[in-house]
């Protein structure tokens, strides 16, 4: 059995949505994600700001990265949910640090954090329902 076929077994609450959404979410979110942390990164390197404020963003795309290893590859909810919470905490992080510097990167990142906030409630529950 797949990593992917192992996920599609696993209990998920009624309001989960349907496996073919997640790629086209993620591939608008991660276009606003290249655009936004690479202008935080230039500004990093350019010393417009300091590491102390890109330091969030590099954070996150690591938590953001690291989920479907510990998800499918590894197939540990309780990683993933973890994994989850700290993309959300560094999102909301990254995002009040850049604010006072650059606020429509911060705006930028609205639809992501949406996105994470479901994500995050979804993981939770289907790390509850499956333990």
Known sequence: MNNYDWYSQLIKPLWSP???L???VWTFLYVLIAISFGKVFLMAWQKK???AVALPFILNLIFNFAFTPLQ???KNNILAAIDIILVLGTLIWAMA???PRARWI???QIPYLLWVLF???LQLNITYLNY
């Open 22 to 24: 997640f790629g086209p």
């Open 119 to 121: 994500a995050t409630v």
């Open 18 to 20: 349907p496996s073919w």
């Open 72 to 74: 499918f590859g590894l």
């Open 97 to 99: 640090a850049i604010y």
């Open 49 to 51: 700001i300091a590491f």
């Open 106 to 108: 911060a705006f930028m």
